[in-house]
């Protein structure tokens, strides 16, 4: 039983994560199209810290 919950909780975690990173993905989108600025990305993400190390990966 202790295996199963922590199975559980580990899909969870994985599925919040990936749900992070997609809405990262979309801010990212929204400065290259300039309705977001780099302020308003950080202050509306839900991972300030990923947003971060995916926007220096793009160089910006």
Do not use: C, W
């Not at 302020?39 to 190390?53: G, H, R």
């Amino acid at each position: 039983l202790l295996d199963f919950s922590l199975s559980v909780v580990s899909k969870k975690e994985l599925d919040t994560y990936n749900h992070y990173q997609s809405y990262n993905q979309s801010i990212i989108q929204a400065i290259v199209r300039r309705r977001f600025d780099i302020k308003t990305a950080f202050s509306v993400s839900v991972d300030p810290d990923e947003l971060d190390q995916m926007l220096k990966k793009m160089g910006l």
